[in-house]
């Protein structure tokens, strides 16, 4: 992480800011549809039938009811019957259809959810890999990770249950809505009149939980940001006897996350029995005004032209109930909606992210040389490399890779306004070694970050076996050329998975070799279960040079014409120091190699070191030529010695 | 477990508990209105006066109202409560930790604490929200109202009974079946999740090895796996719905089959209408209590995972406390080791350190040597009693530190860490860590001692520039020496450098420890180095290997005496491991 370019880059910065957005709803829409033509609108018509199902009863309790008003006086219990039976048949018939669409409609939703994110993760993934290194240079890894985990849980709450939910309680209130207005436009007014207040009432509180909700992410980010500081720095903490002090500071933070918190809650946890209330108020005033309508015998007006009677009063208290349960679900997923949305927002942002370019059409094949010293390329691996490159007038020539890379006059800034490199050139022959030796700062890591084009040149140009290096493909052209971080990293896998990284169609033979080139194997044939030992958390279980081993040996199992190496400037101790220095030296035998050298034996054995400052070269030759000419390099040298 | 987190409710139990009455308050309101309203349907049914319909309204207007209020309060009490409870949890974690020892702490990895303290807390959040708005009330009113149920519908009432256990034990089955595999679900998300931090962190390494399509299609089939499983798993839950569909059903059909007969058949004495209607809204309370507490099983199964890892915080024991009657002087910095044998742990078979013997006289330099795993630094740690002996005694100032005042001796002991840390705030902000009263003249002398003075007046902003979370804005030998100066500011008696010039060049190494000769001759200087260079001067040099004293003496002395002493001078001095960017880098 040391050698990273500055954090705050124009276009990167790392902004979180949540903007209330539908057209993020839209799009998930649309993508849902598109990932689903079939199953959504299936699911859709399960939903509106198990919607109407829901609604038809009230007709039939409407007609249950009226036969027993009709009966009752009689007491006939048999003509009840006849006239019941059948109704109660028919309703019977609704709820299995409604049952059947019921599970239906469930388990496709399970199914279309998990597929969803499942397509989601994938197309994310998918972009981040062919994201320019500039992407993960300039956003917090914390922050990306976050998009997979946090803002992917938002989408599922609102594709497993706000968008069902929103569906299927429009679509009842609407069923409902027709009911009433058959059986009297008068009642439903009253109804309207009161689920009116509760859509103002819930768009005033559900907007303000919305909003502290949004607080309540920002406090736990930062609260969750404070902890990890300190959880790292708790030895130091012991050390300096900072326990109280730093305690202190955490209550300060806690409490306002505190704060937010119980808004966001409380605003969330009184809508519900307020929504449920203002329906239970409006019960009673449908049943008054029924009972008004009724007893003062008032016309009624209604698509069914029925007269009012105790037979509609009844449902219509029963429609109250369920208008006023449903607009209570909506209700209670304008939050996760709201969250949704600002998750969406962040995983659009990284799927629409620009992806590394690559114009390049130069390949990297496999050739042969016949006898009269023809390339041939060739499908089996020979070892020989060639670069193949078509031109315009349809002909096609092979170059032999041989190593030879020339940065020639190269400008080249983070940003633009702002340039780290000023005419640096470079030549390396094939075989050569380069070292750079400067400053942190100095621009050692970028020059080797242009070479295998992480990043782009401003100016000037870069030419590989005299090949433009913008003219390769990159996949080639950084397959080409091998490299070794500072930082090493590792994968979840087997050691030997981890070494064949360099390589994915080496054999197990072929590893083992690398690993014994570079002297790995053999506290690796220690390790408990060998080359099958299981690494996790980036090797956690592996001490930093036993790392650093395994990734020499995956660059040895690639075996590049052309390497980068970083080394580490971390202290091992001398022994592992030592070990770790024959595997570097083993690696770059043969090979063209770029080292930004920390040891004095590098830096000595090179054939060109490089002194960089402020971005450009200041010295270059032998270590005997720049000792000889008493310069910057010198002073480095003898300076450092004359203390000792 | 659970006694031990509810002790963190503390102030937050008055909240808990209003909220629990005012719910009761509301349940019991909540299965009167329907009775009530059988009354207004009746008496509209019955073409009662007007009057009479409008006062039973009222006294309906009036429940609600009243439910309002009690639904309102228990909403806001407890969010209040299970906020502050969360709070408390955090709190009572954090200030356990910080009595954490070394040892505690290295039991627990950083970013296991951050989840313990941040997604763990959250989830018993709200499981606690969820069961003292919940877990009383469901059976309250499913009790109120299948009572209600027989008050009013007399035997019909028994279809709720028959309905009851079919749905509890059907939403007891489901949860029961879903929740392991949703355990197995989340092992495989977490193992997703840590290899997307994979690539994330090692991007690098995936382009430069042009491995983009071949971690696609690896994500691929782990996400492909995670998304049946995960389908399998909620497509259990989805019988739920249908369950309960089934169960509504069921009851609507026979409530108005029977019901209606059974109105008719009496003539509406004592069963009518109104009956009826009251019947289907308690089915209707009795099936969401039960889905409720299906609910409240399945968040307390899915949070007891966290409940466990928070205890586990709790309940550690800080394994160094200070002492009964501790002592606040520490006379000078004298350290003597007697027969010191040390394990990490007790059911460790190798000991760390065996058999030290020592006596550093205050004021000494003394360097230590030795390579990765021969316990230097465990040897020094011991010291400001960051880890307890285990066998033997170590003395400060003639005292045994096990009897000094903890924040007295780390106050006398400064050390330096290997793995050191800056805070996010000023280079000032961080400098003071190390006396909180430092004047701005005591800064730059602790940091021209420590060379770091100059550096931070290059700054646009010296003293003040912000340091960024771990301290990436600066190089290691800057980080380094910042340290320094932040443990010169304590003026210990003892200073403690564990490896910590590593990153500074071999001049300003000389010139840290020629300032420390001249100006702070009386404070003991024990420096652990990987480099001859940095401590060949030292009054005394102690060479360790595996855990035992290999040789003590000075340089000249162990070039003749000590083998392992030799072969590291050789080693250096022939070149081939001297630290070439940092002179580069820090020369000016």
């Known amino acids: ?644 | 477990m659970l006694k031990k987190l509810f002790g963190s409710v503390r102030e937050y139990k008055k909240p808990t508990f209003i909220t629990l009455f005012f719910i009761v308050l509301e349940a019991i309101i909540e299965t009167l209105i329907p009775f009530i309203t059988a009354n207004l349907v009746n008496s509209i049914k019955e073409g009662s006066q007007v009057i009479d319909i409008v006062s039973t309204g009222l006294l309906l207007v009036l429940m609600a109202c009243l439910s309002l209020a009690c639904g309102g309060i228990a909403g806001f009490t407890c969010s209040k409560a299970s906020a502050g409870f969360a709070k408390n949890l955090r709190n009572d974690m954090y200030d356990k930790i910080q009595s954490f020892s070394f040892a505690n702490i290295d039991k627990f990895s950083s970013s296991s604490l951050v989840t313990r303290m941040t997604t763990d807390v959250a989830n018993v959040q709200m499981s606690y929200m969820m069961i003292i708005r919940t877990a009383v009330r469901s059976p309250l009113m499913l009790i109120f109202s299948v009572i209600m149920a027989f008050v009013m519908g007399g035997s019909l009432a028994f279809a709720f009974i028959a309905v009851i256990p079919v749905l509890g034990l059907g939403l007891y089955a489901v949860a029961r079946k879903a929740m392991p595999a949703f355990r197995r679900v989340f092992k495989k998300y977490d193992n997703l999740n840590e290899s997307i931090e994979e690539n994330v962190r090692g991007a690098r390494v995936v382009k430069g090895f042009s491995r983009e399509e071949y971690e696609i299609g690896k994500f691929d089939v782990s996400a492909k796996e995670i998304c049946s499983d995960f389908t399998r798993a909620e497509r259990i839950v989805a019988m739920n719905t249908p369950l309960m569909s089934l169960c509504i059903y069921f009851i609507n059909v026979v409530i108005l089959l029977i019901g209606s007969q059974l109105a008719i058949s009496t003539g509406g004495e004592g069963f009518d209408v109104g009956q009826i209607s009251a019947l289907l809204s308690y089915g209707m309370q009795v099936l969401m209590c039960l889905m409720m507490l299906s609910m409240i099983y399945v968040i307390i199964t899915m949070s007891s995972e966290s409940m466990k890892r928070i205890c586990e915080v709790l309940d550690e024991v800080p394994t160094i406390t200070n002492p009964d009657s501790p002592i606040y002087e520490v006379a000078d910095g004298s350290i003597t080791f007697r027969g010191v044998s040390f394990k990490y742990s007790i059911d460790a078979n190798r000991f760390a350190l065996e058999n030290i013997d020592l006596d550093i006289h205050s004021g000494m330099t003394v360097g230590i040597i030795g390579g990765t795993g021969s316990s230097k630094t465990t040897l020094v740690q011991l010291i400001p009693r960051l880890y307890d002996v285990t066998e033997g005694s170590i003395l400060v100032g003639g005292v045994d530190v096990r009897d000094y005042d903890l924040d007295t001796l780390r106050g006398n002991v400064a050390m330096v860490l290997q793995k050191n840390e800056l805070f996010s705030g000023t280079i000032k902000d961080n400098l003071k860590w190390g006396n909180e009263n430092a004047t701005d003249e005591e800064l730059v002398e602790a940091c021209r001692l420590a060379q770091a003075h100059e550096f931070i007046t290059t700054f646009p902003e010296g003293y003040d520039t912000i340091i960024e979370q771990g301290g990436t804005n600066v190089s290691g030998g800057q980080k380094q020496r910042l340290c320094i100066a932040r443990a010169l500011l304590k003026h210990p008696k003892i200073l403690i450098l564990d490896d910590s010039t590593s990153a500074v060049d071999t001049r300003t190494d000389a010139l840290i420890r020629e300032g420390f000769r001249s100006y702070i001759p009386s404070t003991t200087k024990i420096i652990i180095a990987q480099r001859i260079s940095s401590v060949q001067d030292a009054d005394m040099i102690i060479v360790m290997n595996n855990g035992r004293i290999d040789q003590v003496g000075t340089h000249e002395q162990l070039l003749n005496t000590s083998e392992i002493y030799r072969e590291v001078y050789q080693e250096q001095t022939s070149g081939s491991y001297r630290d070439f960017d940092t002179v580069g880098g820090e020369a000016k």
């Not at chain 1, 890779?401 to 633009?416: A, I, K, P, W």
Request: net charge neutral; proline share 3%.
């Open chain 1, 1 to 644: 992480m040391s050698k990273q370019p500055p954090k705050a880059m124009p276009n990167g910065a790392p902004s979180r800011k949540p903007p209330m957005d539908l057209k993020a709803l839209g799009r998930l829409v649309k993508l849902l549809f598109t990932y689903y033509p079939v199953l959504i609108p299936l699911i859709i018509v399960c939903i509106l039938f198990s919607a109407g199902a829901a609604a038809i009863p009230d007709i039939f309790i409407q007609k249950v009811i009226a036969i027993v008003a009709k009966y009752q006086p009689t007491m006939d219990l048999a003509g009840a019957t006849a006239e019941l039976v059948p109704q109660i048949l028919f309703l019977v018939g609704a709820y299995a259809i409604s049952l059947v669409a019921v599970v239906v409609q469930a388990q496709l939703s399970a199914i279309v959810t998990q597929g969803f994110l499942y397509k989601m993760r994938k197309d994310m993934f998918a972009r981040m890999q062919r994201l320019p290194v500039r992407y993960f240079d300039t956003h917090k890894h914390g922050d990306i990770m976050s998009t997979y985990t946090n803002d992917i849980d938002t989408i599922r709450q609102l594709v497993s249950q706000s968008l069902p939910t929103a569906i299927r309680t429009l679509s009842v209130v609407v069923f409902v809505l027709c009911v009433m207005l058959y059986y009297s436009v008068w009642m439903t007014l009253v109804i309207l009149a009161g689920v009116l207040v509760m859509s103002v009432v819930s768009k005033k509180i559900g907007g303000g939980s919305a909003k502290y909700f949004m607080r309540q992410q920002q406090s736990m980010g930062k609260t969750e940001g404070y902890v990890q500081e300190m959880m790292n720095g708790q030895k130091v903490v012991k050390v300096f006897s900072h326990e109280g002090k730093s305690a202190r500071e955490f209550k300060a933070i806690n409490e306002e996350l505190f704060d937010d918190a119980y808004k966001a809650h409380a605003y969330a946890n009184t809508l519900g029995p307020i929504i449920m209330n203002i329906g239970n108020i409006l019960y009673v005033i449908v049943a008054v005004a029924g009972g008004l309508f009724l007893t003062l015998g008032a016309p009624n007006l209604s698509i069914s032209g029925l007269a009012f009677e105790i037979s509609i009063i009844v449902p219509f208290l029963n429609m109250t109930k369920q208008f006023t349960g449903n607009i209570n679900q909506l209700s209670q997923q304008i939050n996760s909606v709201v969250m949704a949305l600002a998750g969406a927002n962040r995983v659009f942002d990284l799927i629409d992210q620009q992806p590394e370019t690559d114009d390049g059409y130069v390949t990297l094949v496999n050739v042969e040389v016949d006898e009269e010293g023809n390339i041939v390329e060739t499908d089996k691996r020979s070892n020989i490399w060639a670069w193949k490159h078509p031109h315009q007038d349809g002909t096609l020539t092979y170059t032999l890779v041989r190593g030879d890379v020339r940065l020639v006059d190269v400008d080249f800034g983070y940003r633009e306004d702002k340039t780290v490199l000023h005419g640096v050139s470079v030549y390396a022959e094939p075989g050569q070694k380069v070292a750079f030796v400067g400053a942190t700062g100095a621009g050692k890591t970028t020059i080797t970050n242009l070479i295998n084009r992480f990043y782009d040149i401003a100016d000037g140009k870069i030419r590989y076996d005299g090949i433009n290096i913008n003219k390769i493909k990159k996949d080639d052209l950084r397959r080409s050329l091998g490299i070794v971080l500072q930082d090493t990293n590792l994968f979840s896998g087997s050691v030997m998975d981890n070494i064949r990284y360099g390589r994915l169609d080496a054999t197990d033979q072929e590893c083992i070799e690398a690993s014994i080139l570079v002297g790995a194997d053999d506290f690796i044939t220690r390790l408990p279960n060998g080359y099958d030992t299981l690494l996790s958390n980036n090797g956690a279980n592996l001490s930093q040079g036993q790392r650093q081993l395994i990734a020499i040996a995956r660059a040895a199992v690639a075996d590049p014409p052309v390497m980068i190496l970083d080394e580490a400037t971390s202290s091992i101790d001398t022994h592992t120091e030592a070990i770790v220095q024959r595997g570097m030296d083993k690696l770059m035998e043969g090979r063209t190699v770029f080292v930004i050298a920390h040891r004095l034996s590098t830096v000595k054995n090179s054939d060109v070191i490089m002194v960089l400052e402020k971005g450009r070269i200041i010295e270059r030759g032998s270590h005997d030529d720049l000792i000889e000419k008493k310069g910057k390099y010198y002073q480095l040298y003898t300076g450092a010695f004359e203390l000792e």
